[in-house]
């Protein structure tokens, strides 16, 4: 069982930076790729990137390429998005996803689990 809770958002300045924390209370966190996404009212969830299952690989998108960092901890079965240098288009509600297994995907369709979520304002 995976039941994942997001942590950190809030309302900062653009420049600012903010650390997101993601915790699986499930027993499966390692086996899992994980990924953040981020949404806005009226669009699709929009893929952030993910991390391996080991965390010795991360993939972005490239508008955070650079700003955002992706790290894992799987002893603690807790994911971290450390976003630096936000801008106003970064303000979204940000979601970190688990899917089972190595395979990775940029949809969000293909991911098994989901937390609620967690609002970002970034104001110019």
């Known amino acids: 069982q995976v039941h994942l809770v997001e942590s950190g958002g809030g309302s900062v300045q653009t420049g600012d930076s903010l650390r997101l924390s993601c915790v699986d209370s499930g027993r499966t966190f390692s086996s899992n790729t994980m990924a953040w996404f981020r949404q806005t009212p009226g669009k699709e969830r929009e893929y952030v990137g993910h991390i391996s299952l080991s965390g010795g690989s991360t993939y972005y998108t490239d508008s955070v390429k650079g700003r955002f960092t992706i790290s894992r901890d799987n002893d603690q079965n807790t994911l971290y998005l450390q976003m630096n240098t936000l801008k106003p288009e970064d303000s979204a509600v940000y979601y970190c996803?688990?899917?089972?297994?190595?395979?990775?995907?940029?949809?969000?369709?293909?991911?098994?689990?989901w937390g609620r979520g967690t609002q970002v304002t970034v104001s110019s």
């Open positions: 996803a688990a899917r089972s297994g190595s395979l990775f995907s940029r949809l969000a369709i293909e991911y098994d689990y």
